[in-house]
């Protein structure tokens, strides 16, 4: 599946920006999507992400919980990440992954994840 993330950008902290992950193929509500990021100098880190169809099971890196929310709107063939309350530490390059065989579950190793969407760029000035 290829993956197409947007909705970067540079905010002031305590802000907000909803990140977008659009997926190419019909059958994508059947791929848990992960978000990653990776900061300057910094590997990559799993930061949310949500089961396939439904989405009822999620999870969320203990940097960001209680700010950060993950979606998906199977109809749109799309999985979101609301950015809220952000701070200059969540300054990355945001990814987002599919997995399509976590089933009822999604994981936050990047190892699950075999197609991988380019990037965009969140910046938090303070």
């Known amino acids: 599946v290829q993956l197409q993330a947007s909705g970067g950008g540079l905010v002031q902290t305590g802000g907000s920006l909803r990140l977008s992950c659009v997926g190419s193929?019909?059958?994508?509500?059947?791929?848990?999507i992960g978000w990653f990021r990776q900061a300057p100098g910094k590997e990559r880190e799993g930061v949310s992400c949500?089961?396939?169809?439904?989405?009822?099971?999620?999870w969320y890196a203990d940097s960001v919980r209680g700010r950060f929310t993950i979606s998906r709107d199977n109809a749109e063939k799309t999985v979101y990440l609301q950015m809220n309350n952000l701070e200059p530490e969540d300054t990355a390059v945001y990814f987002c992954?599919?997995?399509?065989?976590?089933?009822?579950?999604?994981?936050?190793?990047?190892?699950?994840?075999?197609?991988w969407g380019q990037g965009t760029l969140v910046t938090v000035s303070s």
């Open positions: 992954a599919a997995d399509p065989t976590a089933g009822q579950y999604c994981y936050s190793s990047d190892y699950s994840y075999n197609d």
């Open positions: 193929v019909s059958n994508f509500d059947y791929y848990a």
């Open positions: 949500i089961s396939e169809r439904s989405g009822d099971n999620s």
